[in-house]
């Protein structure tokens, strides 16, 4: 039987080797920990967990812990039962050394200090307790984590957090009590509106990601903390589901190209470079009432210039406008953009790769050119 991971039951007395020499010994294993369990009900056993990443026939495994034995008939036997496929995950089985799991907490619970491994063992331990945790983790984290996984475990955890994940978007609807904060960020193209908009955000220790398109603004969503719809306009969405995307004390869904999804953040940020006095106009007259609701969305209006970020933390007014006094700061993307960069030398490369027009030669060496730029 071939396996990629596996654990080897024992009782003490009987097993001849040395369990942390053998496993240094075989490059094959990549990860191991084991303990030893002497405060059980049982005679004193180790549990021994081996991840070798492709799969490795377990009668060699057996030989290389000597697990071979003869019985009292003078039957030799090559010890491979004690070899045994993982039920679970791999973390379950690294749980099981300590009697982590739910169903062994009536268990002696053994100290981690007692398992020997070649890995960061609590830190694997605490890892996989990310899986459906929606409070700590975004689905994008969640995700990342589990492709870490080893490919055995990646497809059925993949599954497990499909599912939670769906389950976790229904009942977010059901929401009450959402505390969203709305920064709207406008200013002209180029004035560093994104630039600031991550910034934000980084400050604030949120994962985010940024809308990928005016047409499916919330395609990429995945469960993330905040999100930058760039570049919005209000063609982008009708005011009413607008509204319900920015409603500070309800969630609701969103309507997105492969499905509707849930927005569960805590910081929408939108960079526009129109004004918001000057969206939905259409409505100034017959939804008045719905464009203040709009207004009152906002938590936080940013105007930016090419040199100055005015911050106006009370919001907008019912005339569309900012609210109160702004703060004025220093608009650092301007000394950015005027920074002197390393430029390639493009007339050098076509010359090098093309014949001039007038037949010159033009000497050209793009590795040095690339160590400039380096």
């Given at each position: 039987?071939?396996?990629?991971?596996?654990?080897?039951?024992?009782?003490?007395?009987k097993?001849?080797?040395?369990?942390?020499?053998?496993?240094?010994?075989?490059?094959?294993?990549?990860?191991?920990?084991?303990?030893?369990?002497d405060?059980?009900?049982?005679?004193?056993?180790?549990?021994?967990?081996?991840?070798?990443?492709?799969?490795?026939?377990?009668?060699?495994?057996?030989?290389?812990f000597e697990?071979?034995?003869?019985?009292?008939?003078?039957v030799?036997?090559?010890?491979?039962?004690?070899?045994?496929?993982?039920?679970?995950?791999?973390?379950d089985?690294?749980?099981?050394?300590?009697?982590?799991?739910?169903?062994?907490?009536?268990?002696?619970?053994?100290?981690?200090?007692?398992?020997?491994?070649?890995?960061?063992?609590m830190?694997?331990?605490?890892?996989?307790?990310?899986?459906?945790?929606?409070?700590?983790?975004?689905?994008?984290?969640?995700?990342?984590?589990?492709?870490?996984?080893?490919v055995?475990e990646?497809?059925?955890?993949?599954?497990?957090?499909?599912?939670?994940?769906?389950?976790?978007?229904?009942?977010?609807?059901?929401?009450?009590?959402?505390?969203?904060?709305?920064?709207?960020?406008?200013?002209?193209?180029?004035?560093?509106?994104?630039?600031?908009?991550?910034?934000?955000l980084?400050?604030?220790?949120?994962?985010y990601?940024?809308?990928?398109?005016?047409?499916?603004?919330?395609?990429?969503?995945?469960?993330?903390?905040?999100?930058i719809?760039?570049?919005?306009?209000?063609?982008?969405?009708?005011?009413?589901?607008?509204?319900?995307?920015?409603?500070?004390?309800?969630?609701?869904?969103?309507?997105?190209?492969?499905s509707?999804?849930?927005?569960?953040?805590?910081?929408?940020?939108?960079?526009?470079?129109?004004?918001?006095?000057?969206?939905?106009?259409?409505?100034?007259?017959?939804?008045?009432?719905?464009?203040?609701?709009?207004?009152?969305?906002?938590?936080?209006?940013?105007?930016m210039?090419?040199?100055?970020i005015?911050?106006?933390?009370?919001?907008?007014?019912?005339?569309?406008?900012?609210?109160g006094?702004?703060?004025?700061?220093?608009?650092?993307?301007?000394?950015?953009?005027?920074?002197?960069?390393?430029?390639?030398?493009?007339?050098?490369?076509?010359?090098?790769?093309?014949t001039?027009?007038?037949?010159?030669?033009?000497?050209?060496?793009?590795?040095?050119?690339?160590?400039?730029?380096?």
């Amino acid at each position: 039987m071939h396996l990629r991971q596996c654990e080897i039951v024992q009782d003490a007395d009987k097993l001849k080797v040395d369990i942390q020499k053998t496993c240094m010994e075989h490059k094959t294993i990549k990860k191991w920990a084991y303990i030893l369990h002497d405060k059980d009900d049982t005679r004193p056993h180790y549990h021994i967990a081996l991840y070798f990443g492709v799969g490795v026939d377990t009668v060699n495994v057996a030989k290389w812990f000597e697990l071979g034995y003869k019985d009292d008939e003078g039957v030799e036997h090559t010890g491979e039962q004690f070899v045994e496929r993982l039920k679970g995950r791999w973390t379950d089985l690294l749980m099981y050394l300590t009697h982590g799991n739910d169903s062994q907490k009536s268990k002696h619970q053994y100290s981690e200090d007692e398992v020997v491994a070649n890995f960061d063992f609590m830190t694997e331990i605490e890892s996989s307790k990310i899986l459906g945790d929606f409070e700590h983790y975004s689905y994008a984290q969640q995700l990342m984590y589990v492709n870490s996984l080893p490919v055995a475990e990646k497809t059925a955890s993949y599954s497990k957090l499909r599912k939670l994940w769906e389950l976790y978007c229904q009942v977010l609807t059901l929401n009450s009590d959402r505390h969203l904060q709305v920064v709207f960020i406008c200013g002209r193209g180029g004035t560093g509106k994104t630039y600031y908009a991550k910034k934000l955000l980084d400050s604030l220790g949120y994962d985010y990601c940024i809308s990928s398109s005016s047409n499916d603004p919330f395609q990429d969503y995945m469960g993330q903390k905040a999100i930058i719809l760039d570049d919005l306009r209000d063609r982008s969405f009708d005011l009413d589901d607008l509204l319900k995307i920015l409603d500070n004390d309800t969630s609701s869904s969103v309507k997105s190209r492969f499905s509707n999804k849930v927005f569960n953040g805590e910081m929408i940020v939108i960079t526009s470079s129109v004004p918001l006095v000057y969206w939905y106009k259409e409505h100034q007259y017959d939804r008045f009432d719905n464009l203040i609701q709009l207004f009152r969305r906002i938590s936080c209006y940013v105007v930016m210039t090419d040199e100055e970020i005015t911050v106006y933390s009370d919001g907008v007014g019912e005339n569309g406008h900012p609210a109160g006094v702004g703060v004025v700061y220093k608009n650092e993307v301007y000394g950015l953009k005027h920074e002197k960069k390393a430029k390639l030398d493009y007339h050098s490369i076509f010359g090098k790769i093309c014949t001039n027009a007038d037949g010159g030669d033009c000497p050209f060496d793009a590795t040095e050119q690339l160590k400039i730029l380096m």
